[in-house]
């Protein structure tokens, strides 16, 4: 029952954060508009908004990530989450390129929604 309700709540999490990012990403086309409709180009960021920008993407990912791997460590699956990381050329979830992240949330969440 509990490992339902764990399941369930990552499942959630998963959602949550990524409605985040949808309500963000909306937030920065609605200015993008604005400023379009007032003959400014905003394709052009400053570096430092670009930067700060992958910084905070970067962390939820790694988080997201961190989430899942630590429930399939907790359902006794530390060997699927060695070769996960193997797979993506690390040995800890640190190594991991962070351009790799989404594809490793993918394949340990097709692992979890696969474990019973």
Do not use: C
Request: hydrophobic residues 40%; without cysteine; charged residues 40%.
């Amino acid at each position: 029952m509990d490992a339902a309700l764990d399941r369930i709540f990552e499942k959630m999490q998963v959602a949550r954060n990524k409605i985040d990012e949808g309500l963000r990403l909306m937030d920065e086309a609605t200015k993008e508009l604005e400023l379009f409709e007032k003959g400014i180009d905003a394709t052009e960021e400053p570096k430092e908004v670009q930067e700060a920008r992958v910084e905070a993407q970067r962390k939820v990912e790694l988080e997201e990530v961190r989430k899942v791997l630590i429930t399939l460590t907790r359902k006794d699956m530390r060997l699927q989450v060695k070769e996960l990381l193997t797979k993506y050329g690390a040995e800890k979830l640190s190594s991991v390129n962070p351009e790799d992240y989404a594809n490793l949330l993918d394949d340990a969440e097709a692992l979890l929604n696969g474990s019973k």
